[in-house]
């Protein structure tokens, strides 16, 4: 293993917390699309870019046990939201893989994930000297979508417990931050399916992602 490569490996996390309000509750990526589960679909897509891959959840992990992926919960109480998944992430991470510099998170309801999604990432983190990378398309940031640095894992944990930082958005800005744009046509590599006309739309799209 060269320097370059140890240096971009990474663990990816699949945030699969999501109440599914919109669809009338349960796991959205447990939801179907051409048959299979989109959590199915994410993996297939993600998985093959990373050094491991782990699903962020909480409450009962048994209901992922078909996934064979370690499921971690939140490692701070009382936070949901993605802040604490990719704090539980980096935990493990820290704890599990020692080694490893990076964190890549997914939302657990994308279904057409980018096959170049942590390349492109790590591409411009280190062109830009960043210290955290997020992506894009059609004119929008999606930062669930995003490559964490492990060790940002105890400034995290300060914005969450301390300052109650939740949203994305406010942490990842005082950072370095690289953006990485896809293009939305004729998939939006980042849709995500949120109530039950977007798993209509997404049945439609698949054939168009392939």
């Known amino acids: 293993m060269t320097d370059e490569t140890h240096a971009t490996m990474?663990?990816?996390?699949?945030?699969?917390?999501?109440?599914?309000?919109?669809?009338?509750?349960?796991?959205?990526?447990?939801?179907?699309?051409?048959?299979?589960?989109?959590l199915d679909h994410v993996i297939a897509r993600f998985a093959p870019q990373c050094d491991g891959v782990i699903l962020n959840a909480n409450g009962d992990p048994a209901r992922f046990s078909?996934?064979?992926?370690?499921?971690?919960a939140d490692?701070?109480?009382?936070?949901?939201?993605?802040?604490?998944g990719v704090?539980?992430?980096?935990?493990?991470?820290?704890?599990?893989?020692?080694?490893?510099?990076?964190?890549?998170?997914?939302?657990?309801?994308?279904?057409?994930?980018?096959?170049d999604l942590?390349?492109?990432?790590?591409?411009?983190?280190?062109?830009?000297g960043a210290r955290l990378a997020v992506a894009a398309s059609g004119g929008q940031?999606?930062?669930?979508?995003?490559?964490?640095?492990?060790?940002?894992?105890?400034?995290?944990?300060?914005a969450l417990v301390k300052e109650d930082i939740r949203k994305i958005d406010r942490w990842t800005a005082r950072y370095p931050l690289a953006t990485v744009s896809w293009p939305a046509e004729p998939v939006d590599p980042f849709f995500n399916?949120?109530?039950?006309?977007?798993?209509?739309?997404?049945?439609k799209l698949a054939t168009l992602a392939g």
Do not use: Y
Request: glycine share 12%; proline share 8%; with cysteine.
């Open 66 to 72: 078909a996934f064979g992926l370690p499921v971690v």
């Open 87 to 115: 704090l539980a992430a980096l935990d493990w991470t820290a704890h599990n893989r020692p080694g490893v510099r990076w964190v890549a998170s997914v939302a657990g309801d994308c279904p057409f994930l980018p096959r």
């Open 141 to 158: 940031s999606h930062p669930v979508i995003g490559l964490w640095s492990v060790a940002l894992r105890e400034e995290l944990r300060h």
């Open 193 to 203: 399916a949120n109530t039950v006309e977007d798993l209509a739309e997404a049945e």
């Open 118 to 128: 942590l390349a492109r990432l790590h591409e411009a983190r280190a062109a830009q």
């Open 10 to 38: 990474t663990i990816g996390v699949i945030l699969a917390g999501g109440l599914a309000r919109r669809m009338g509750g349960g796991d959205k990526p447990m939801r179907a699309i051409g048959g299979r589960p989109i």
């Open 75 to 84: 490692s701070v109480a009382d936070f949901p939201g993605p802040l604490a």
